[in-house]
């Protein structure tokens, strides 16, 4: 038999990540020391009184069954108590908030829920693919907003045609973001909620990152990140994606949320009852244990990280290559040198052993960019710094 693919299907890019992946383990195979700064997969260990509340969750029976729907109780409250304290955003546990294994998910059915065919999605890029392969999938057409230096990697609303924003349903934003690292400000975000108001388009924000910040000497208000949800108007707009992955080190978890407009929610839900049955009820005990818990474990792991990010940043810096001191998130964005593009020298450090993903690869205007995670112990960083010299 002749098995066809769909369409939709056919029109997806390889995602990037997994082809990242396979190209790692295949040098790995040959023998070679990679060290990956590539996939940003935080390295250090679930918290452990996180792992202790997962063990007595699954010992209850009750864990064991379908979850369905939105969530615990308890999980949803522990969401709304963990947005007022941290946001001081105020949001109803019965309908402002929807459990997600992994805000990937999430993120990856809502244009079921409000897309048509030829409608468009306006996607960040370079940005987090996920974007633009659910806009794809749901049968809905792309606009990429571009992410440029010269405007602060923030996207130029104004430039987007008015024939398109006439059939736009709905855009996708994230700051902290990835993979630049800026941090939106309080004024963007107002422009952005009036915005959606005048053409009536759904916004959602991705927030995966609001927690890995860095506080450095120059006093900056745009640090702590804010939520989307804290300006005035947003929630008649607008929903936000969360993820526990980044902040509490629980990729592998796959526990998430969204929050916001209960209209929105309410669409999304509506894919989910259909598609999933929820997120796993030992797992939301596991995150409850995080959002309720002590939260200076977080505080660790931003300090983990900011050695890396100036250990990396300096060095970079003196090899003689262009690179911002992120505020946020846990990756570099990097100028690659001139004469080479971002995937000749993604390939060259890879020849290296060192793993980086081209910025192209996440966009057009990713080119002339690649991409560092911080996701690896300060000794290799300094090891890889000692092989991209050789290169340079
Ligand atoms: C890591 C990441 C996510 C996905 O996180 P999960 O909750 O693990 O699915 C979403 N958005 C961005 C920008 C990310 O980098």
Redesign the pocket.
Known sequence: MEIKYSDKLMSLPPYLFIELDRKKKELQQKGVDIISLGV?DPDLPTHSHIIEAMKKAIDNPKTHQYPFGKGLEEFCVAVANWYKKRFNVELDPNNEVHS??????G?AHLPLAFVDKDDYVLVPEP??P?YSSSVILAGGKVYYMSLKEDNNFLPILEDIPKDILKRTKLMFL?YP??PTTQVATKKFFERVVEFAKEYNIIVAH?C??SEIYFKDDKLDDSIPPISFLSIKGAKDVGIE?H????TYN??GW???FVCGNKDIIFGLSKVKDNYDSGVFSAIQYAAIAALEGPQDCIENVRQIYKERRDILFNGLRKLGLDVFLPKA?FYLWCKVPKKETSLSFAEKLLNVGVVVTPGVGMGKSGEGYVRFALTVPKERIQEALERIKKVL
């Open positions: 940003g997600l294994i992994g805000s990937k998910e993120i940005g987090y996920v994230n973001n990835n991705d995966a990152y994606f993820s526990l992955s980044k629980m990729t796959r526990v998430g998130t």
